[in-house]
Structure formats: C-alpha cells, structure tokens
C-alpha cells in the first residue's frame, strides 16, 4: 500500500463533525453494528497501517443503511493523517464514504479492560442492530501475552482475563456478539475461545503472525449486497478478502479461521483427556518421546533462539503427532476440531487445523511466569496439569537422547579456546559457502516454512534496539531476500516487519562458543551503517574455519562438537 497516498485521502475524506452523543439523534436499528477497537500503536506512528485500514474503509462502498460502523481510535503517539489527534481517542462513525467524529474519550489506556468496556457499551447502547460484531486491532501475543501495545501507556496491553472482564461488564454475557475478530497476530487460540464462547457466536483470528498489512476491509462493502449474513459467512468473506489480497504467490505468513464458539468446549474438553494419556505416559519414562513430538509440532512466532517463547503449537498437529501413542483420544481431538472450525485458509507448508494452544517449550526459560498466567485462565484441570508436568521435565533431569543436528561452520578467535558459529549450513553445503549482508558474515535460524518461502531470522541490533531481521527464500528469490526486521523482547508480537532504512545502524550477532567452560553467549559484530540496500550474498568459508554439529536434544537443550 502507498502510505502518502492514504494519508491523503484520508486528510481530504474526513467530516469532523463535533457532536457529542447526547445532541446525537442516533440511528434505527440495523442490520449490523461493528465496532472497530483500532489500538495503532507503533504499526501507525511508524507505518501509517491504521491510516491504510482506514482508508480501505472509506473506499469500501459501504452504505450506511446497511451497517453501522464505529471506530476508536488511540495507543499511539503519532497519526500518518491530518484529521486524528495524537494523545486523544475519539470515537467515530463511518457513514458512506465519511467518518465522523462522535465524541473524544480523552487521553484512554486501550490497554485498559475499562477503555474496551465503554467502548462496547457505548456501541451496544448507541447503535441498535440486529447483529454485532467486534473488531480487535493492533499486535497480538496468543494465550499467554494477549493483546495490544498502547505506546502512550508504557505498551500496556490486554490479557485473556482483561479481555473477559471488559466482555462481561459491557453486558455481552446478555447481547453475545455475533463475531469477535482479531486482526493482529496469534489470537485464533482455544483459550481465547474458550473466554469468548460466553459473549460471542464466531471467532475470527489467525493461528500464525499476520502480515503489517492486516486485514482487507473491503470486505465491509460485501455487506451492501447481503447485510443480513450471519457471523459464519461473513467470516468466510473477511478470510477470503484476506487472503485473496495478498495472493497465492505471496511469500507472507497467511493463516485466518472462522471458528463456532459453541462447540470449543468440547475441543478442550477432548485436549484434556488426550493430555491425560500423555501424563500417565510421563510418569513411565517416556518424556523423551513425548518432548521430541512437541519439538517437531507446528509452532507459530518462531524466532532465533533469542526470541522463541511464544510456544503456540497447532491443536490438530498437536494430535496428529500423538495418534500413534494415543489414537483414540487424538482421534476425539480432531473430530472436535473439524466440527468447532467452521472455515479455515492457509499457506503452512503442513495442514493446519484453525484453532492453536500453549504448550511450552521453546521458552523454558519464561516457564514459571507463563505457566502461572495460564493457570489463572482457568482451563481443562487435565491440560493444565499436563504442561506443569512437561515442563517440570523440560527444566529439570538428565541429558536427553539428541533429536536434531545441524551442520555449523565455526571461527576460532585467536589465542583463545573459544569459537564464533558463523552459520548453520545444510547438508548440501559441500561448499562451504556463509551468509553475509554487505560483507557481513550472519547467522541464519529457520522460523518458518509456507508452500511458497521458507523464513530465516538473523538475530542483530538495529539502532540499540535487539531485532531478528527476517530473510525469506523463495522459487523467485533462491538466494534470499530480506524483507525487514522483528523486534525482540515483547511478549505481545509485532504484526508485520519494520524496513531497514539508509542510515541504521546494525550490528550483527553470533554464538561465542567457549569449549574449555562448555559455555556460550551471543557475541555482537562490529557496528555498520546501512548505505545502500541490503542485500544477502553468499562467499567461501575460507580455510580458517571448520565445521561442527550443533545438537539439540529432546529438553531443547543444545551442546556442540567438531567435525
């Protein structure tokens, strides 16, 4: 999307009509009232990407006799437009083709279960319908980080519980939504579900990160043709919308499900009792099994090891690599599954089911906090348990049987018995070749894999800030291409990727490895300023260096040898 061509049309298009709601002769009941919850955060202030959904609403075509449509707008501390205030959230209505300015909440904290409960309140109260739905925008972090970053409120955001609080005390538990969508990344999770089932009728969310771009809200124009569609076949357009948009060439991460909220019980229901088999399965030894099935099922926001903690793993893989130990109970999982999801489209290189859940792993060494925050969700005693149990195996025992291994090349620092791993190769490497950007040697960790592109972090500082830049490769780009950077260190996680633009600073960094102290840390690169494109080319590893196996073992723990 053009950002200097949206802001303007958003500067050009907008009445601020300065109303209040008591002066307001409020609207006949409708079809649908669908109320935008748009936390822009850092996508807006650095992006301009709620300015862009915004200006797809304004161009969607939607006639406001077929649906009301109300927007607050906060969390961040500079708008890409003309017409909305930084440090203020206002309430808007869009109204064919105009959005116009009902009334200003002041200075809110959208990551305050307060803010979201008047919020709804005042849509439920203010603009009768026949059908409501309810629209979450911004990041997103799954079961354990929830949602949203106010960044003028220390990033402050909603968990879970905020969430059902807000939900409750709006009076949803009496007028259930008939969806509640989450354009941000890793909501479509059981738990959230589960949360939900009391106040909505339909989940829309997606299992996996989101691209910055989010959702198509041309959708809403579809709503002209059939204001009376339910939350399950408008669902089905906001999936199709998305990921049309961006198309089956695209090498972005797409995953979006629409999800019957009557029928998420039994899915955990049915998780529960399969997770029961696999603690009786602990208790005899067979951890190391159960942990090597966990390693190799699908898991969404995968970082570097330096980012890896988002631990939301895909119900139906999750049960697919159990079947051979457990096959009824797996059996019972997918069943419910198929049932519970009504829609689901994806570019996973594996078959995913709709619905994620947390089981720790990747972030070990979070597991207390997480583990004590999913307690509190109060889901399946029998799931529960089970992750305490893992987890009190994963942390703690012997040196588990070796699961993965991987080729590394190896730099011996001088005079020392200390070595930097420069990459992590592939068997069909017989060249010898490493990464580098603008001449300097990365590393490289595989995140994730679609039908089109497999994704790469190189864990780097940009400006003092610790990032992950992401590379992708791809039939059209075989060498790899870098598409921006993550930041790293925030449990709610970024939806898109930031540019690297002329003029940053980065710093690359490596694994020290000491083999005298059996040890290693991240080791930063010298400090370059970026002045031109980057680019990633591949050269020699030259005859100082040697290759080694980097091993990973069933409790994710990783030693290290040389060839």
């Given at each position: ?27 006949m009941?409708k ?10 955060s ?20 939607l006639?406001s ?17 003309d ?7 206002i309430?808007?209505?869009?109204s ?9 909440i ?7 279960p ?33 949602f949203?970053h106010?960044?003028?409120?220390n990033?402050s ?30 909501m ?11 106040y909505?009728k ?13 959702w ?15 939350g399950?076949?408008?669902g ?11 198309g ?14 009557s029928?998420?019980d039994?899915?955990m229901e ?18 190391h099994t ?25 119900i ?13 109970q ?22 995913l089911?709709?619905?994620s ?17 999913y307690?509190?969700?109060?889901m ?13 195996n994963?942390k ?12 590394v090349l190896?730099?011996?620092l ?54 992950d ?18 930041n ?5 996680f970024?939806?898109g990727?930031d ?23 991240w ?8 002045r ?8 020699p ?20 040898v040389?060839?």
């Amino acid at each position: 999307m053009n950002n200097g061509r949206y802001a303007i049309f958003i500067a050009l298009a907008i009445i601020i009509v300065c109303v209040g709601a008591k002066s307001h002769s409020w609207p006949m009941q409708k079809p649908y009232t669908i109320m935008i919850y748009m936390n822009g955060s850092d996508l807006e202030s650095d992006f301009g990407l709620a300015t862009d959904d915004l200006a797809e609403m304004l161009d969607s075509g939607l006639k406001s006799q077929n649906a009301n449509v109300i927007i607050l707008t906060g969390g961040t501390n500079r708008w890409m437009n003309d017409a909305i205030p930084e440090y203020e959230c206002i309430i808007w209505e869009l109204s064919d083709g105009w959005l116009n300015e009902l009334e200003s909440i002041g200075n809110a904290d959208m990551g305050n279960p307060a803010t979201l409960r008047d919020f709804i309140k005042f849509g439920l109260e203010n603009y009768p319908a026949q059908k409501y739905g309810l629209i979450m925008w911004d990041h997103g972090g799954g079961s354990i980080a929830g949602f949203g970053h106010d960044e003028n409120f220390n990033d402050s955001s909603l968990s879970l519980a905020d969430m059902k609080q807000a939900f409750e005390e709006a009076g949803l538990g009496g007028q259930k939504l008939e969806f509640l969508g989450f354009d941000a990344c890793l909501m479509a999770t059981i738990e959230m579900a589960i949360l939900a089932a009391d106040y909505a009728k339909v989940l829309i969310a997606s299992e996996d990160l989101e691209p910055g771009e989010g959702w198509d809200y041309h959708f809403l124009g579809q709503l002209n043709k059939r204001p009376w569609m339910n939350g399950f076949e408008l669902g089905k357009v906001i999936v199709d919308t998305f990921i049309d948009f961006f198309g089956k060439d695209s090498d972005e991460i797409l995953t979006l499900s629409v999800v019957d909220l009557s029928l998420v019980d039994p899915v955990m229901e049915a998780m529960g009792a399969l997770m029961a088999a696999a603690h009786s399965e602990i208790e005899t030894d067979g951890f190391h099994t159960l942990a090597h099935r966990r390693a190799i099922t699908k898991t969404f926001g995968e970082g570097s090891p330096r980012d890896n903690y988002a631990d939301m793993v895909d119900i139906g893989d999750m049960a697919v690599q159990l079947y051979d130990l457990f096959p009824q109970q797996a059996e019972a999982v997918l069943l419910a599954l198929e049932n519970c999801v009504v829609y689901n489209r994806h570019n996973s290189d594996v078959d995913l089911w709709g619905l994620s859940t947390f089981y720790i792993y990747g972030g070990k060494s979070q597991g207390v906090p997480s583990l004590a925050t999913y307690a509190a969700l109060d889901m399946d005693k029998n799931y529960t348990m089970y992750l305490h149990e893992f987890f009190d195996n994963l942390k703690h025992g012997e040196p588990a049987p070796i699961i993965h291994t991987e080729l590394v090349l190896w730099q011996q620092l001088r005079n020392t018995d200390r070595m930097v791993g420069l990459l992590q190769t592939s068997d069909s490497n017989a060249d010898l070749l490493w990464p580098n950007i603008n001449g300097h040697p990365v590393v490289l960790f595989s995140i994730a894999t679609t039908t089109i592109a497999r994704k790469y972090a190189i864990p780097a500082k940009i400006n003092s800030v610790d990032v992950d830049i992401i590379v992708s490769f791809s039939s059209c780009n075989p060498q790899g291409r870098i598409i921006g950077s993550r930041n790293i260190g925030e449990r709610v996680f970024q939806k898109g990727y930031d540019p690297i633009l002329l003029g940053d600073k980065i710093a690359i960094y490596y694994i020290e490895y000491d083999f005298a102290s059996d040890s290693e840390i991240w080791a930063r690169g010298d400090v370059f300023t970026v002045r031109d494109d980057l680019q990633l080319a591949w050269a020699p590893a030259g005859i100082n260096h040697r290759q080694g196996l980097r091993l990973t073992d069933a409790r994710n723990n990783v030693t290290y040898v040389f060839l």
